[in-house]
Every structure is written in C-alpha cells, then in structure tokens.
Nanobody, 123 residues
Framework: QVNLEESGGGSVQSGGSLRLSCKVS????????MGWLRQVPGKEREGVAT???????RYLESVKGRFTISQDNDRTTLLLQMASLHPEDTAIYYC?????????????????WGRGTKVTVAS
C-alpha cells in the first residue's frame, strides 16, 4: 500500500523560507514521477514542482529560482525547499506520485496523494 505523508508546513512572513518533507512508503516502482502540488480553497489544484526517476525536474514558472525539489538517495523522502516566499504561495501543499516517468505538473496525472500540509505566508 502506497502512503505519502507530508510535513513541514507552517506560517512565515513574506520573504521567509520553509522546507516541506514527504515520507514515501510502499512505493517500489523503478520508473515514476513524483511532485508537489498546491491548492488554494476555491481554486484549482496546480503543480508546483516535479521530478522523475531519470532525475529530470520541472517547475511552475512562478516558483522557478525560489523552490527546489529533491529526493533522498533511497527515494523514501521527497523534499521541497521554498525560499523568498510570497503571500501568493499560501496554499495547502500536497505530495503526489504516478507510475510512469513522464513529467507533468497536471494534477490529473497523479495517482497517489498525501493529505497535504498547510503553508501560510503573511504579507
């Protein structure tokens, strides 16, 4: 059974930093794509950053240069380092995965989801 569990959310001032962590268990595929997606209440979910089993990474344009996605060597933890946070980054952030290595920021591509962690950036 695949389980994704996010942690690290919280409240920061504009310009601050947070690191989100996603503990991955039960996921053993050698080819995959994992990502961070976010949702503001009342708005559609959007992909923020994604990486695949080939090590290729893609970011949402508005977070390029501020967010960094990475994965530990044993692929049990997915990280999102966020810096220079803006109030517009306020959302619930989800860790997600799908079973092929095609990079995508589209939420509908993802099969497995965590419960989310809330990030609030105050102006």
């Amino acid at each position: 059974q695949v389980n994704l569990e996010e942690s690290g959310g919280g409240s920061v001032q504009s310009g601050g930093s947070l690191r989100l962590s996603c503990k991955v268990s039960g996921y053993t595929r050698s080819e995959f794509c994992m990502g961070w997606l976010r949702q503001v209440p009342g708005k559609e979910r959007e992909g923020v950053a994604t990486l695949n089993s080939d090590g290729i990474i893609r970011y949402l344009e508005s977070v390029k240069g501020r967010f960094t996605i990475s994965q530990d060597n044993d692929r049990t933890t997915l990280l999102l380092q966020m810096a220079s946070l803006h109030p517009e980054d306020t959302a619930i952030y989800y860790c997600a995965a799908h079973n092929d290595p095609i990079l995508s920021l589209r939420p509908e591509r993802y099969t497995f989801w965590g419960r989310g962690t809330k990030v609030t950036v105050a102006s």
